[in-house]
């Protein structure tokens, strides 16, 4: 399931092994989750998932649940 495993990577990156995942968190809702830690998290996305998210829709997702949209989109067109 996408959002377990996005859960996961959450976790991984922002080394918080109690952080829930929610669709309407934004950037702003998480300690740590700077420039650094936004390009490592689509890495690691991308690496998971094996995909790879445009630049341009990148700028676009306004909060968690619209990154688990689009992955879950990439992965059925897969």
Do not use: C, K
Request: glycine letters at 2%.
């Amino acid at each position: 399931m996408v959002q377990d495993r996005l859960q996961r990577i959450f976790r991984e990156i922002f080394s918080d092994d109690d952080f829930i995942l929610i669709d309407t968190m934004t950037s702003a809702d998480v300690p740590g989750w700077d420039s650094l830690a936004h390009i490592n998290l689509i890495y690691a996305v991308e690496r998971e998932f094996s995909i790879q998210i445009a630049d341009d829709r990148l700028a676009s997702f306004a909060t968690v649940g619209d990154m688990r949209e689009h992955i879950e989109e990439l992965s059925r067109a897969a």
